[in-house]
């Protein structure tokens, strides 16, 4: 007979793997892999180019027949340097909630997922559930990517997708999309009392810096605005600088990483070649008066695409009543959520918990949160299990 767990043991069990995004998820998933199997499911690994991390992608009935994904990432942010006031990869209860790593985003989903195997085991008819369990979605949505390739080479695709990011259990249709580069300046080192013979790297890299704050907050000041969003604007910020090794030479290179969050609708790509074409056209030539090996060198560092709820209106309507939610909200953070939409999944995000509870020190979900959860799968598949089921 399988082992039977409840949310809260599966989830001790999920949190106990430190999953953080620069270490391997394949215990994890070798794990979740093994309590699949105890229950009849086959689960299918794609795995990244060193082979250190995977995800898993089943389907709980009728093989070849579209059905509806459950999908989470199993990674998690860092804790270093947190004050943790207990261990955060050992669940603990208080006050009616559970602290740990990933308790929130998205373990928690993913625990109320697993639960619920063993009725969609004994309940699936016509309509499969299918389960996509990612790694890397904290650096970038990166692991995902390969499940979807794979899965888009498929005769037949989900159906649609729920992603359990933390929403607290509201119905979300759509999210920005992100793109981050990092930026190096080249410049020419020099003694700083003759300053006429080299290129400070570092204020070449402010004027870099000066004209994606503009760009910032003429979105900011003249949009588009997209009031379902907060804020209603596509953000430009810069998150990280470094350059220069003493204040008495000149700094021979700098390097800055900024971050681009748009509306769904906006042209990034225009965007990024406003500031591209502002470092050839006029960054660069300043520099290379002096010297002409200087130069400036743009690196895509990480980008997802926004999540615009094409062909989603019947699941939104679908899930909403299932979470008893009458309106659909919008989200300020990303989720592998338009991925599934570029290869015509319809998407929607709907998980316990959160955001707010996320890459923070004790982090948590209320118990009460993964109660709502669990009772969404078991209506979920109440609601599938009927004869002739439909996305309307």
């Not at 969609?120 to 890397?136: C, E, N």
């Given at each position: 007979?399988?082992?039977?767990?409840?949310?809260?043991?599966?989830?001790a069990q999920l949190i106990a793997f430190d999953t953080t995004s620069s270490k391997s998820?394949?215990?994890?998933?070798?794990?979740?892999?093994?309590?699949?199997?105890?229950?009849?499911?086959?689960?299918?690994?794609?795995?990244?180019?060193?082979?250190?991390?995977?995800?898993?992608?089943?389907?709980?009935?009728?093989?070849?027949?579209?059905?509806?994904?459950?999908?989470?990432?199993?990674?998690?942010?860092?804790?270093?340097?947190?004050?943790?006031?207990?261990?955060?990869?050992?669940?603990?209860?208080?006050?009616?909630?559970?602290?740990?790593?990933?308790?929130?985003?998205?373990?928690?989903?993913?625990?109320?997922?697993?639960?619920?195997?063993?009725?969609?085991?004994?309940?699936?008819?016509?309509?499969?559930?299918?389960?996509?369990?990612?790694?890397?979605?904290?650096?970038?949505?990166?692991?995902?990517?390969?499940?979807?390739?794979?899965?888009?080479?498929?005769?037949?695709?989900?159906?649609?997708?729920?992603?359990?990011?933390?929403?607290?259990?509201?119905?979300?249709?759509?999210?920005?999309?992100?793109?981050?580069?990092?930026?190096?300046?080249?410049?020419?080192?020099?003694?700083?009392?003759?300053?006429?013979?080299?290129?400070?790297?570092?204020?070449?890299?402010?004027?870099?810096?000066?004209?994606?704050?503009?760009?910032?907050?003429?979105?900011?000041?003249?949009?588009?605005?997209?009031?379902?969003?907060?804020?209603?604007?596509?953000?430009?910020?810069?998150?990280?600088?470094?350059?220069?090794?003493?204040?008495?030479?000149?700094?021979?290179?700098?390097?800055?990483?900024?971050?681009?969050?748009?509306?769904?609708?906006?042209?990034?790509?225009?965007?990024?070649?406003?500031?591209?074409?502002?470092?050839?056209?006029?960054?660069?030539?300043?520099?290379?008066?002096?010297?002409?090996?200087?130069?400036?060198?743009?690196?895509?560092?990480?980008?997802?695409?926004?999540?615009?709820?094409?062909?989603?209106?019947?699941?939104?309507?679908?899930?909403?009543?299932?979470?008893?939610?009458?309106?659909?909200?919008?989200?300020?953070?990303?989720?592998?959520?338009?991925?599934?939409?570029?290869?015509?999944?319809?998407?929607?995000?709907?998980?316990?918990?959160?955001?707010?509870?996320?890459?923070?020190?004790?982090?948590?979900?209320?118990?009460?949160?993964?109660?709502?959860?669990?009772?969404?799968?078991?209506?979920?598949?109440?609601?599938?299990?009927?004869p002739g089921f439909a996305l309307k």
């Amino acid at each position: 007979m399988p082992t039977t767990y409840s949310t809260r043991d599966l989830l001790a069990q999920l949190i106990a793997f430190d999953t953080t995004s620069s270490k391997s998820n394949l215990d994890l998933i070798r794990w979740i892999e093994a309590y699949l199997a105890q229950h009849g499911v086959e689960s299918a690994l794609t795995f990244n180019t060193e082979g250190t991390k995977a995800n898993l992608y089943a389907t709980i009935g009728p093989k070849g027949v579209a059905g509806i994904c459950l999908s989470g990432h199993t990674d998690v942010v860092p804790t270093t340097g947190q004050p943790w006031t207990a261990d955060p990869y050992t669940l603990v209860e208080r006050d009616g909630k559970v602290f740990g790593r990933g308790t929130s985003d998205m373990k928690g989903f993913i625990a109320c997922v697993l639960a619920a195997v063993p009725s969609f085991v004994a309940g699936v008819r016509d309509v499969p559930i299918h389960l996509a369990f990612s790694y890397d979605e904290e650096v970038g949505c990166v692991g995902v990517r390969g499940l979807l390739a794979a899965l888009a080479n498929e005769p037949v695709k989900p159906l649609a997708v729920i992603i359990g990011e933390p929403t607290l259990m509201h119905v979300a249709r759509g999210h920005k999309g992100k793109q981050a580069y990092r930026v190096v300046v080249e410049g020419r080192a020099g003694h700083s009392a003759l300053t006429h013979l080299g290129v400070n790297a570092i204020e070449y890299a402010c004027d870099l810096i000066s004209f994606l704050r503009n760009k910032a907050n003429s979105l900011r000041d003249d949009g588009p605005h997209d009031a379902a969003f907060e804020p209603a604007y596509t953000t430009i910020q810069t998150g990280k600088v470094s350059g220069g090794i003493a204040i008495n030479v000149i700094p021979e290179r700098c390097e800055f990483d900024f971050e681009i969050r748009y509306l769904p609708t906006d042209d990034v790509v225009s965007m990024i070649d406003e500031v591209s074409t502002f470092a050839r056209e006029t960054v660069e030539p300043q520099m290379r008066v002096v010297d002409p090996a200087c130069g400036v060198h743009f690196q895509r560092i990480s980008a997802y695409p926004g999540l615009q709820g094409r062909n989603a209106h019947g699941l939104q309507s679908f899930c909403c009543a299932l979470t008893g939610f009458k309106d659909t909200i919008t989200l300020s953070f990303g989720t592998e959520g338009g991925l599934f939409e570029e290869i015509d999944i319809p998407a929607i995000v709907c998980g316990p918990g959160s955001i707010e509870q996320a890459h923070r020190p004790d982090e948590f979900i209320e118990l009460d949160q993964l109660a709502r959860c669990d009772q969404f799968m078991q209506d979920l598949l109440a609601q599938i299990a009927k004869p002739g089921f439909a996305l309307k």
